[in-house]
Nanobody, 121 residues
């Protein structure tokens, strides 16, 4: 069983920072891709940041230069450091991973349950 569990969301003032964490649990996993998406009320889910295993990260245009995606493979954890937060960054943030096991025919996508980020004064 593979689970993604996010944490670190909350309320922050404009200009502030938050760090989201996502623990990928499960045995004998190889994580091919990790990403963060967000969904604001009344809007479609959008890509925030993505990193393919062994590759360079890429970011949504609205967060480039302010957000950073990183991984700690020893802890099976993905992070999203968010700086200079603005009200338009408000939304539910979801962790996403493409995971593979040798017993599977192909990689499989998993999602976390989401964590709320609210940027407001």
């Amino acid at each position: 069983q593979v689970q993604l569990v996010e944490s670190g969301g909350g309320l922050v003032q404009p200009g502030g920072s938050l760090r989201l964490s996502c623990v990928v649990s499960g045995s004998d996993l190889r994580v091919n891709l990790v990403a963060w998406y967000r969904q604001a009320p009344g809007k479609e889910r959008e890509l925030v940041a993505r990193r393919v295993s062994g590759g360079s990260p890429d970011y949504g245009s609205s967060v480039k230069g302010r957000f950073t995606i990183s991984q700690d493979n020893a802890k099976n954890t993905v992070y999203l450091q968010m700086d200079s937060l603005q009200p338009e960054d408000t939304g539910v943030y979801y962790c996403h991973a493409l995971v593979y096991k040798t017993t599977w025919l192909s990689p499989t996508a998993f999602w976390g349950q989401g964590t709320q980020v609210t940027v407001s004064s």
